[in-house]
């Protein structure tokens, strides 16, 4: 996969490429697969893990605060920073570590409608409904989790690792790992 990076997203952003530049998230497992929904990975305790052992816990000891931006929605490919729950993170700051990549499903203009009414009545852009009925998402993450990038190549990978089996934990039965990360300046 190739994905850009937001510079409007910077503390998101540079946590990122300092990680990958570090070679953090090499060997790391895509270690909670939802098909429909997300894969995620970035827990530093998944790269030597047991088959079948339950993750998503791991990271550094730090977070980072939210940098929510009305123009970057979890559409398909969206990357997006992985938090606790509200109720012991009302502030929404990202885990230093987690991230997912949005693979969600195609909405219609129905489902987005009744999703203003859950989301306070803030409305979609024309470019997000076109967005979400034409490749899909998961916009009921919107202002919840920080996005910042989205995947600009390789989007069938996202459904071929949603496709792998899961245990009940949404761990894939076989390991799905990141090999490595390059990065590549503008």
Do not use: C, W
Not at 48 to 73: C, H, S, V, W
Not at 102 to 126: C, E, M, N, W, Y
């Amino acid at each position: 996969m190739k994905i850009e990076l937001y510079e409007d997203t910077p503390l998101h952003t540079e946590n990122f490429l300092k990680l990958a530049e570090e070679g953090f998230y090499n060997g790391i497992l895509f270690h909670r697969v939802i098909k429909d929904f997300m894969i995620q990975t970035g827990d530093p305790d998944s790269k030597n893990a047991a088959p079948g052992e339950r993750l998503g816990f791991g990271g550094l000891n730090y977070t980072i605060p939210q940098e929510f931006k009305k123009q970057y929605y979890h559409k398909k490919g969206a990357i997006a920073a992985a938090r606790q729950s509200d109720d012991v993170n009302p502030s929404k700051s990202s885990s230093s570590t987690q991230f997912y990549i949005v693979q969600g499903t195609k909405l219609t203009d129905v489902q987005l409608s009744k999703l203003v009414q859950s989301r306070a009545h803030i409305p979609f852009t024309d470019q997000q409904k076109n967005d979400y009925k034409t490749f899909g998402g998961t916009p009921h993450l919107d202002y919840q989790y920080t996005v910042f990038g989205q995947v600009i190549e390789g989007l069938e990978i996202i459904d071929k690792i949603a496709s792998f089996q899961t245990d009940n934990a949404s761990r894939p039965l076989k390991d799905v790992k990141i090999l490595s990360i390059t990065i590549i300046s503008k």
